[in-house]
């Protein structure tokens, strides 16, 4: 895996943990305004996410990093990303579920804040950096202003 320089949040949590994955996926976008990414086609997806917090848990983790893995690469990798339930804007044509990599970095926050918050040590995340080709990446971070 390549190492890549990501843009950092400043935050003011004690431990901050940063996990890098990928995963392989096929995905079109449905819309006559994406040209070419009409068409069904697939990427390796590199993948960074930046979780923070002030405790960690019995184990001595803040995140167990295999938990991490197993929630985003083994959702996603070889799958038609079309096809899982969090992007079926295709059948109601709903631009903020296609598998755009905007709305696929939005989903692996959403996915994995939904686990941080059963954990009692109370991590968060800041961050997701989807990574589409070597040249073009999206960032999201959550709207705190809400």
């Not at 930046?50 to 995140?63: K, P, Y």
Request: charged share 20%; net charge negative; hydrophobic share 35%.
């Amino acid at each position: 895996m390549l190492f890549q320089y990501y843009p950092q949040c400043f935050h003011n949590y004690c431990y901050e943990l940063n996990k890098d994955l990928n995963f392989s996926a096929a995905h079109f976008i449905p819309s006559s305004l994406a040209g070419k990414c009409v068409n069904t086609h697939g990427h390796t997806y590199i993948v960074n996410i930046t979780i923070a917090g002030n405790e960690l848990d019995r184990s001595g983790f803040l995140v167990d990093f295999k938990t991490i893995k197993e929630l985003v690469h083994g959702t996603y990798d070889h799958t038609l990303l079309n096809d899982q339930n969090e992007f079926n804007g295709e059948f109601d044509g709903d631009p903020d579920l296609f598998p755009t990599t905007e709305i696929v970095a939005k989903t692996i926050y959403e996915k994995l804040q939904a686990y941080l918050q059963s954990l009692a040590n109370n991590p968060t995340c800041l961050q997701v950096i989807v990574r589409e080709t070597p040249t073009s990446y999206v960032v999201y971070r959550p709207d705190t202003n809400r």
